[in-house]
């Protein structure tokens, strides 16, 4: 009974000292701000606040301390979400409610969030990963939102959920037949729109287990568009919550030097005018810049994201930037049999424009839009350049035409009489958008006959056709027949009512462009940036050829207009790879003559300079091809609306889907799947971008197996695996096993940091390459060596049946074939992509597979806490390589299908000595005893020195590959023949 009695008197004190202590936990919280672990016990607090703080500590200490609650505080910081914040960061203050809203947060929470921007001319691969962690017991679902540029393509979606990889795949698009109103069938892609409240956002939905997480990897691809004389890259930061380790990574790579680089303040609202105080960057962000690669970094802490927003919009990360140019034809990108060509001359005068602003004034503009507009209106009017003739057309239920007469002169009354008009603008009525089209286009007929200039319309709405000619196919057909072939038509669509896929026809057909402007945008500010794109034309009717019978599949090559600080991209295939140069020829009309530019590029020398100027980029090896073939889908899509038979009109289908399947882009004629039962939501959105063509939604869809993509991710227990002594680990320390011979000889390698070394090359024959690139290390104290050097990566190359790759770091593996997977290395994962095979033992070893009988083992080798002298690094084996040929080359690739005979010296030596007979040749060697396997086994071999000369064919330079890519063409870093 007394034991009883002691027990409930335990439980009693127990609960009294846990009420204690929570109640302490509360004060010290408050005291201490315990959401940053901030001490406010500064000099200019008071005394009975200090006081109160510390008696709040000692009483939670007290408490702690007599009941062992060290778990139990452990637990309410899981539960209050403390874990997402960074213990690292300097003192701040969090505001009350975001703590609050943390604690009370159900779902699964973005632990990690980071997107790293690779731009290597113009042609930008952007990767997502988000990390997503579930507290709870039960499954939870987790979204996964991003906003995706209008005019980018997704190249790839992948989870990671518990382990197990789901990796997409795309297919063509499933057509089903719509009935008309006059009661014929049609054919409709299939997929419904979202909401145009998530237009351009990439969404997905999954569940995550209770205490496991999920990890996103969403890629995409866009050929930066040069606007106002600059490039824009923009990053949308949107994660709807404050993210612990959040990170931006762009690394910017031209062969042309990089000019103007400029990283803004995150853009809340698109055109909207900013203080000069808003004018820096922000906070976190980070510039390392070199002629010709710049590195940005923007990694806020959760405190700096709290002062930015806490809700977790931070905005729009933006980087401005421009290369210098030569005079000429432009820059000629060439690789692997395709070329990219940019055009944006300068220092030519501005040539006259004529121009018809074509406003909706009905009365759906009533109020801000209409006021914006006006303000946007004056600006622009201020922009027009004496050489200039302007005229306005406005419409609602009427139309009214300013100057009936025509067009009239730049001068200070006629802008004045202008202003004047503007001004008295009044919204009302409805939109009868067909009869402003044909009265402007009227308008500039007269002008076409008259002096050399440039005619454009700028028209504007917010709505749809509701007076007059209201069907679409009506209203393009008319705008067609009332605008001659060289007048053109700018369209700019405000809000979420306009109808944006007749604006995207509507420029698509008349060579303009269009613009969209969101309902919460400064539509006046957005206005005015569009006018000025287009305000100063420097030539018109450009064309760009090349010798005949040099290329094939080229892009568009005939541009109506240029405007000053754009540029025109036409890219296409080489006819004949090994030709030396390519025939390029300018021609087009300028302010007051033609103007006809015409040089000879040098392929090879431009090929050379690309891969040494971009071998320390990732993407090097395929960013032209892919350039080539995101412009052409683009053009093909564009090509498909402006079809006028069906027979047309199915052609650019085909070639645009074809095309969009061969390199993974998700398009309007794709849809992209996942092998996964559990996950719901949309992959992108429809949403036209500034020439039309949007993003459709993909549907992740409930599959049989039977039907499910051939790239699988399957759960793999860690497990020992038996690999040959065949390596390059280490030092690095070479070893190869000759079987049949029962002996092993082994050389090092003393290269530099930087260089990559080719281990296998059989591209010729099996289509295999492996190299290696170097880090380099001190060496341990006491150490006579100068300089140690170790693999920091490892990249394997298939040539068959297409060029793919695997590339291993101590941190990542990814997987470039059919499609882009980034696998992490700490986690366990098993992926095949047609040849190519790669199963990561998490923290252990990565093995690849190439075809059924090629096979190499990464060893990871990691440091949890470093020495001085220590570096991460990689050994890399050779597990199986029955499917390499006999003419296989590389350092370790030439030994692979040979055998060694040894003449022992005298047996009495020390250390023994043999002679070698390797290939043919004799090789002294010593005999040594080598630790393989990250020095858990060991190994005797006969070792040959000085960089293995003799043994090794040629020499040490001849197997320094010039990027991590490269299958080489040198005597002795190939096995060409």
Known sequence: MRRVSQKVSGLFLQRVLKWLSRAALAAFCEQLQIGTFSLTLGHHQREEDKMTCLLALLLFCAGCCALGQVDYFQQDYEDANLEEFDLDIAP????????????????????????NSTIISRY??????????NRHAAAGEGVFRFPVPAGALVSNFTMIIAGRVYQSRVRPKERRKVKRPDGKARDKESGDSRSKSEAGVFQMAASIPGGKRAVFLLTYEELLRRRLGRYEHVIGLRPLQLVSRLRVDVTVADRS??????????????????????????????????????KITFAPNIVQQAKISTNGILGDFVIHYDVQRDLGVGDVRVRNGHFVHYFAPKDLPAMPKNVVFVIDTSASMLGTKMRQTKEALFAILRELRTV??????????????WRPDGLVPVTPLNIRDAKKFIYTLTPTGGADIDGALRSGSALLRDRLSGPPGVSLVLFLTDGRPTVGESRSAAVLENARSAAPDKVCVFAVGIGDDADYKLLERLSLENCGAMRRIREEADAGAALRGFYREIGTPLLSDIRIDYMRDSVDRVTRRLFTNYFNGSEMVVAGELSDRSAESLRVRVTADGHDKTVVLETDVPLRREESETEKRLKANRAAGDFVERAWAFLTVKEELRSRLRSRSSGEREEHVRRATDLALAYHFLTPLTDMLLDNPEVSGALANEVPDDEGEGLLRGEAEREPDRTL???????EGKKSITISKTSADGDPHFVVDFPLSKTAVCFDINGEPGHVLRLVSDHK???????GKLVGGPPPPGGRKRLRTYFGSIAVVADRPRRAYVEVTPAKVILDGSDRLVLPCHSTASVTSGALSVSVAGGSNVTVSVGGDVRFVVLLHRYKNPAPHQRDHLGFYVQDGEGLSPDCHGLLGQFLHEEVSVAEGDPEENPPSALLKVRGRSVPAVRKTRRIYGGSRSVDCWFAGSNGAKLVEGRYEDYVAPHMFDTGEGPHGSNAV
Do not use: W, Y
């Not at 030097?257 to 004018?279: K, N, Q, S």
């Open 92 to 115: 701040h203050r969090i505001p009350r409610q975001v703590k609050n809203a943390l604690i009370k947060e159900t779902r699964p929470r973005i632990q990690e969030l980071s997107v």
């Open 124 to 133: 930008a691969f952007t990767t997502v990963r988000c990390v997503m962690f």
């Open 257 to 294: 030097a990089i000019d103007a680089l400029e990283v803004l303040p995150l853009r809340r609202d698109v055109g909207a005018t900013r203080t000069p105080a808003e004018t820096r960057p922000p906070v976190a962000a980070a510039v390392k810049r070199d002629e010709n690669v710049c």
């Open 388 to 401: 200039d003739r302007f005229n306005f057309v406005t419409f609602s239920n009427k139309i009214k035409v």
């Open 709 to 715: 993509s051939n790239i699988r991710g399957q759960v």
């Open 765 to 771: 024959f099996s289509g295999v390459t492996v190299n």
